[in-house]
């Protein structure tokens, strides 16, 4: 007669077939460490021009004047308005702003980033935008961002938004404070494809298997440069490469404005409908309420003067069906 296992030896394979079956399950993604993703910032990730929220956070703490931020609302009224890059305006608004740390401590600047990216930047990112580089997160691949803004910045939107790094302009600091100047220029148009270059060969990509997401023209040699090139948000110039070579697009902007549209609207409906339903329950109660209370009126004058015509203001006012009936 065979005997009954041993508690002990029920639970141990108790938990090995628990085990097992959450190894399969819940499968590990493998690392795709020859492929990775490269994203623009500014309109790509994020509404806007990420160095003028960034100026913007600066000036509430009085880091600056307000005449130096209207320089930064040029290029963020290009980017709202026009959907894209004037070269010259937005590098002479970056120029600017990185000035103003001038003579800041760099961990002081960082410090203030992380305050400025939860009060002004978060609510910006595109959602969509955020899908796609969790999708190639998801798929065992590295994301950095590639922008303009100050590495320091771009480093804390990409820590996040849980992606691997970023490359950003780096300005040049003296005894952790910042001098005003920059180390090699903005990180802008071609220099932006150097960059993804040469960590590409520090990382061992293979840029035939990398993608690349921009919303700007200027930022072709990038999106050139990988195996899947992305127009995302594009302005009309990239719109209509990325039609003629066949890139995918992903538009955005009128999902975002759909939604900021549609939830106040949906919301206000909403609450006209239980208004005017809770008001048509008001009058309804009000109006039966006047007529049984008039009514009793009516009674009660009767009763007091038996074989006497009720007057006319003992009776029912005649308005009062005509008030419930309305309420209906």
């Excluded at 994301?143 to 691997?164: H, K, M, N, S, Y």
């Excluded at 993804?196 to 035939?208: C, F, I, P, Y």
């Excluded at 050139?224 to 719109?239: E, F, I, K, T, Y």
């Excluded at 919301?267 to 008039?294: D, E, K, P, T, Y």
Aim: aromatic share 4%; charged share 25%.
């Amino acid at each position: 007669m065979t005997s009954l296992p041993r508690r002990q030896d029920r639970a141990a394979v108790a938990g090995d077939a628990a085990a097992a079956a959450a190894a399969v399950s819940a499968p590990q993604v493998a690392p795709d460490p020859r492929a990775g993703a490269f994203f623009d910032v500014d309109n790509t990730l994020m509404r806007g021009a990420s160095i003028y929220h960034f100026a913007r956070g600066l000036a509430a703490r009085k880091m600056f004047g307000p005449r130096d931020l209207g320089k930064m609302a040029i290029g963020q009224v290009l980017f709202r308005v026009r959907g894209a890059e004037d070269a010259d305006r937005i590098d002479a608004a970056r120029e600017a702003a990185l000035a103003f740390v001038a003579g800041h401590k760099v961990a002081d600047i960082a410090s203030l980033g992380e305050e400025i990216y939860d009060d002004t930047m978060a609510d910006r990112i595109w959602e969509g935008a955020r899908e796609l580089t969790q999708a190639h997160l998801h798929a065992g691949q590295r994301v950095w961002l590639v922008t303009a803004t100050p590495v320091e910045l771009a480093d804390i939107v990409a820590r996040r938004l849980g992606l691997t790094g970023a490359l950003g302009t780096v300005a040049e600091t003296s005894d952790g404070v910042y001098t005003g100047r920059l180390v090699g220029g903005l990180l802008h148009g071609e220099t932006k494809a150097a960059a993804v270059r040469a960590l590409a060969e520090r990382e061992g990509l293979d840029l035939a298997e990398c993608s690349a997401y921009s919303d700007s023209m200027n930022d072709l040699p990038m999106l050139s440069l990988v195996g899947h090139p992305n127009a995302v948000n594009p302005d009309a110039q990239l719109r209509a490469v990325a039609r003629q070579r066949q890139w995918p697009i992903h538009d955005f902007r009128r999902g975002r404005r759909a939604t900021i549209i549609a939830i106040p609207v949906a919301a206000g409906a909403g609450l006209v409908a239980g208004g005017l339903a809770a008001g048509i329950a008001v009058r309804r109660h009000r109006a039966a309420s006047l007529g049984a209370n008039l009514a009793d009126r009516g009674r009660r004058g009767l009763a007091r003067a038996p074989g006497r015509r009720a007057s006319r203001r003992e009776l029912p006012s005649r308005r009062s069906p005509r008030a419930g009936h309305a309420a209906g």
